[in-house]
C-alpha cells in the first residue's frame, strides 16, 4: 500500500534532538501545559461501571472481566480512577508498548494509571494519534527506569516535561481526519486476514478430526462404534479406553523461590509454554535441578507424553503439546503417558486428542477442571498400524501447507501494522502533508 503524499513548503528548526525538523507553523509545548492530571475515583462516582483498559493496537478499550485471570475485590474498586470520554488515560508500566491513548468510553481503570484533561487548543483525535506514534514510543522507551525489566515504568516528573507537537487546529483536524480514514481501512483488511487465519484453523482442525476418527479412505466400509461422539468408524479399526492406552500424570504447584531460574535439566512447564501453534516443546521459561526434583517429590514426564490443561480458562483453548524431552509440569496441567504396550502411535495420539475437548468432562463450580474418572473411561478409536502410520503422513502434508498459508498471511499482517504505523508517524510528525 503505498500513497503518494506531499511535504510542507516550509520546516525549522524544532531545537530538540529527538523531533528534528518540524513544519514551520507547527509549535511545541509540554506535557504539562496540555494535559491536566484528573483525579476522579470510584467511590466518588457512583454512576460509572465500565471496566477500562488500554490496548497496546487501538489504545482505551472495555476490559472483559471474565478472560481475567483474577478478579478484583469489590472494596478494592473504590480507588480506581474515573476516566471520561475525551480523556487520556495513561499506564506508565506500558508506555514503551503503546499503554495510553483518548478514551472513546466513560469508566474507570486501575489506581496506578492516570487520566488527564486534555486541552480545547489541541485536538483529541489528533493528540491520541501523535502520542501512541513509533516516535514518541520511542522516547518513553528512552525515560524507563527500574531494576526488573517487568517493573520498568516512565516517573511523571520525566512524562509531564515531554515535548509535545500542536499544528493549527485546522492542521490538527486534517491529520486526525486523514488518520483516522486511512487505519479504519487498514484495520478492516487487517480483520479480513486475522478471519482467513481463523477459517484454516478450522478447517485444519475439522481435517484432524476427520481423519483420526473416519480415515482417509472415503469410500471404506463403515461401521456403527457404539459411541456418540464418534459415531461410524471404519470396520477393520478398534475401540478401547482411554485408560487401557495411557497413563494420567498431574502436575505439581509452582514455588516462588524459582521463579524465572534458567538453569537445571528439566523444564518446568506451565499452561503459557504451551500456548501457540507447534506441535512440540523443549523449552520453557523456568528450568529445575534433578535435586529440586528429588527433594520435592515431582514426578518426572517422559519425552513424547501429550501434555495439556486440566483446570481454569485455558481449558476453553484447548491446546496441546508433545513435549520432546523429560519435564516437570504445573498442578493446571495434564500429560497423556503412553503405555509401552499400546499400538497406538504417539503422533495419532496427539492428534487424536486434539479431537476431544475437554470441556465435555468439566466438573461444574467457580473454576471448571476435568472430571479424571470420566475421562479416563473415554472410548477412542484405533485403526491398524500401518493406517495410523498414513493418517500422520496425511495430516502432516496437510497441516504443513495450512501452517504456511496462515504464516504468509501472517506476513501480510505484519506488512499492514508496518504501514500503520509508518503513516502514523509521517503524518503526526510533519513529515507529510495531509
Known sequence: MTTKLQTYSKYKDSSIEWLGEIPSDWDIFTFKKIFKLSNERVEDVSSVELLLSVSGYRGVEPRNVESMEGQMPSEDIGKYRIVRRGQLAVNTMWLNCAGLGVSDYEGYISPAYRAYNIDRAVNKKFVHHLLRSSLYIQKYTSLLYGLRPNSLQVKNYDFEKIEILVPPLETQKRVADFLDEKTKIIDELIAKKEKMIELLREKRAVLITHAVTKGLDPKAKMKPSGIDWLGD???????????REVSFQNGHGFPDEIQGQDEGEFPFLKVSDINGEQIHISSARNYVSALNVKSRGWKIIPAGSVLTAKIGAALAVNHRKINDVECIIDNNMLAFILFKKTCLNHNYFFMLSKSFDLNWFVNPGAVPSVDMFQLKELIIPVPQTGEQKRIIDFLDAETKRI???????????????EYRSSLIYSAVTGRIKV
Open 403 to 417: 501452517e504456511k498459508n496462515v504464516v504468509l498471511i501472517k506476513l501480510q499482517i505484519d506488512q499492514l501494522k
Open 233 to 243: 468408524i471404519p470396520e477393520g479399526w478398534k475401540v478401547t479406553k482411554l485408560r
